[in-house]
């Protein structure tokens, strides 16, 4: 007799899977054919999209096998396409999903420009279908329902950053999104996208801007909405922290001291996620390694930020003065708060170096605009800042407000102090020099005596200049050696030729002899080991200058027995202000003008940078949500200004 089954016996049945992943492996198997039928069609999109199951589907297959597939793909994107225009809000979801996997993954094969568009949507058809799909996107981010709306400015972000190094981004280009963009960002029911929508305002800006016309660039140079500015400069200002906070997780640098004790006292972020194994490990490595790990990948939207401030100097404005009420810390003070950490860090990747080399260009910009220098230096738009102090030697500590031209110079100080190597990155120097020249420079021409710790810049460039003239052996070959040293001196001779114009007092005019004094003969011999005329010379006058003093110190010391005390030496230099003279340099407070021209090898590095920055944040589904609908913000007069309840 045989045995019977208990109906209580677990029958394995197999797993069961969404009929979609059923649909995707129907289509994409070799020797399938593109199905024809629109019922197919209608059944695939108005299931829902398995964007991890496609995507992984169309990892398993090869460059050569999607060419011999690409009926299928192109069919897929025609109908795809077409579906974009459905009346059912989920079909054209589900439309928008399997696009973007679509695109994403034959963009990440290694095809040519032509086989990408070959393999997508054909070399004949491009024009109609791939302008047709961009339509339709910019219409859906314009009429379609919130969640459309969002679902839309991904899809174009994602299509736009896998499309930036192939001619396809230029039906991006030739398609004006800036008017959609910019509703997005103002509308209260999608402003908390700002991010997203200004990080492809960025990336689109960028795109072979110093080649050819770029149409973004026009729009950012001409736009006056302040509304839409400020609550640009607020997510900005919001990204930023954030991205401080990043840093602080992998070493709490609080003013009241920093040990390696508590550098995992306040993990969150990426530090957290490691904490267990990492504190099982040497603290100082942890740290190195965490923080090579930063910027985080919301710094792309430090691109869009760079050329707006480049294009329009409204914007500039805007985004030093904007205030949001009960916050003593400014979207700007933020800014600088970031850009504090990213140059003391610099040294750690290339990408960390771009993105403190870009924070550093708009600083320059800035300052060098006169009506943003002036808001610089302006009481109403004073801001705390929390900069870094995570390298030793830090900077003075100063509680409150501040004016912003001083969180600036720290920066550039931290700059200079924490990146000397021999492998040194001279682009890098001559910028942050550069910057601090012209900062002094205007600060001269306005008769601003700023109240600044002059102590520690003159400290820190007198620092720098005993470190290249040590390690002159391995710096002397380095292309732009000699204009970053002439640029350093220059600066020193400003500052002795100007100094009763910008100086706060006396007392800083004398400690800035004081340091020349102290350094003995290190000039000369920087002057001897790079080969510097003195003749006529800014490196010329300065040694004129410590000459004087050190015969002036050598005459009383005949008359004094043992060393002169610092009060002495201090007297020396009062009294031989009446008998030194400081020869004029011709041009000695001018410079050059910012051009972008100048950084075209610079641009485009950072730009894909920015991209994959961008694309990551999408892929891992990282995207930050800045609500700036209920921020109530003021100009630097205090006006209250947007879209806050509260006026």
Not at 76 to 98: C, E, K, Q
Not at 441 to 461: A, F
Not at 463 to 492: A, K, N, P
């Amino acid at each position: 007799m045989a045995t019977l089954e208990s109906p209580l016996v677990r029958v394995e049945r197999g797993s069961l899977q969404p009929k979609i992943i059923g649909l995707y492996q129907q289509l994409f198997k070799e020797g399938a054919k593109a199905p024809e039928t629109d019922g197919f069609w209608v059944e695939f999109f108005i299931l829902k999209a398995n964007p991890s199951a496609f995507s992984v589907i169309l990892e398993g297959f090869s460059a050569e096998d999607l060419l011999q597939m690409q009926g299928i793909a192109q069919t897929v994107f025609t109908r795809g396409v077409r579906s974009l225009s459905d009346s059912n809000p989920a079909i054209v979801a589900n439309a928008m999903d399997t696009l973007t996997i679509l695109i994403r993954e034959i963009l990440a094969k290694q095809f040519t420009s032509s086989e990408v568009i070959t393999v997508l949507v054909g070399l004949d058809r491009v024009d109609r279908e791939f302008m047709e799909f961009v339509d339709a996107l910019e219409r859906i981010m314009r009429t379609g329902s919130t969640k459309l709306r969002i679902a839309a400015l991904r899809a174009t972000l994602s299509t736009v950053c896998c499309t930036y190094k192939t001619s396809l981004i230029n039906f991006f280009i030739q398609r004006d999104l800036f008017p959609v963009l910019v509703q997005i960002i103002y509308d209260d029911a999608t402003t908390s996208h700002t991010f997203e929508a200004f990080v492809l305002l960025g990336v689109l800006s960028n795109y072979d801007k110093l080649e050819a016309y770029n149409p973004y660039q026009t729009r950012l140079a001409d736009f006056v909405d302040e509304s839409v500015m400020q609550k640009i400069v607020v997510a900005i200002g919001r990204i930023c922290k954030e991205a401080r906070e990043e840093y602080i997780a992998v070493a709490d640098d609080a003013a009241d001291g920093f040990s390696l004790e508590s550098m995992f006292s306040s993990y969150s972020g990426l530090a957290r996620r490691a904490k267990s194994a990492l504190l099982q490990q040497d603290p100082q490595m942890t740290a190195n390694s965490a923080l090579a790990q930063l910027p985080p990948l919301s710094a792309t939207i430090l691109l869009a930020t760079s050329n707006f401030v480049q294009a329009n100097k409204f914007f500039s404005q805007v985004l030093i003065e904007t205030k949001t009420v009960a916050q003593e810390e400014t979207p700007f003070g933020s800014y600088l708060s970031l850009s504090s950490y990213l140059l003391q860090h610099q040294h750690r990747s290339e990408r960390h170096a771009c993105y403190a080399r870009l924070a550093m260009l708009v600083h320059r910009i800035l300052v060098e605009d006169p009506v943003a220098m002036q808001k610089l230096v302006s009481i109403e738009c004073r801001s705390s800042m929390r900069l870094c102090r995570q390298r030793q030697p830090c900077l003075p500590f100063v509680k409150g407000e501040r004016f912003l031209i001083e969180g600036i110079l720290d920066t550039l100080i931290g700059a200079v102090d924490h990146n000397m190597k021999r492998a040194l990155d001279v682009p890098m120097y001559i910028l942050a020099i550069g910057t601090i020249q012209r900062i002094i420079s205007q600060l001269k021409r306005l008769r601003i005596r700023l109240k600044y710790h002059w102590s520690e810049l003159w400290k820190s460039i007198f620092s720098f200049l005993r470190f290249i003239t040590v390690s002159s052996e391995h710096l002397r070959g380095i292309q732009g050696m000699s204009i970053l040293i002439d640029d350093t001196i220059r600066v020193l001779v400003l500052a002795f030729s100007a100094g009763e114009a910008f100086l706060s007092g006396a007392a800083d005019y004398d400690d800035l002899f004081y340091k020349l004094i102290e350094t003995g003969q290190l000039l000369t011999k920087l002057s001897t080991v790079y080969d510097m005329p003195r003749e006529h010379s800014s490196i010329g006058t300065l040694i004129s200058i410590s000459e004087h003093y050190h015969n002036l110190i050598k005459e009383r010391s005949m008359f004094s027995s043992g060393h002169l005390s610092s009060e002495q030496v201090s007297d020396i230099i009062k009294s031989g202000y009446d008998t030194l003279s400081i020869s004029a340099q011709q041009g000695i407070d001018y410079w050059d003008r910012y051009r972008e021209s100048d950084e075209r090898v610079f641009l485009k590095r950072i730009g894909w940078v920015a991209v994959v920055d961008a694309q990551e944040l999408l892929g891992r589904k990282l995207l930050p949500n800045v609500d700036t609908s209920n921020a109530i913000v003021t100009n630097g007069n205090g006006i209250y200004v947007g879209n806050g309840s509260e006026h």
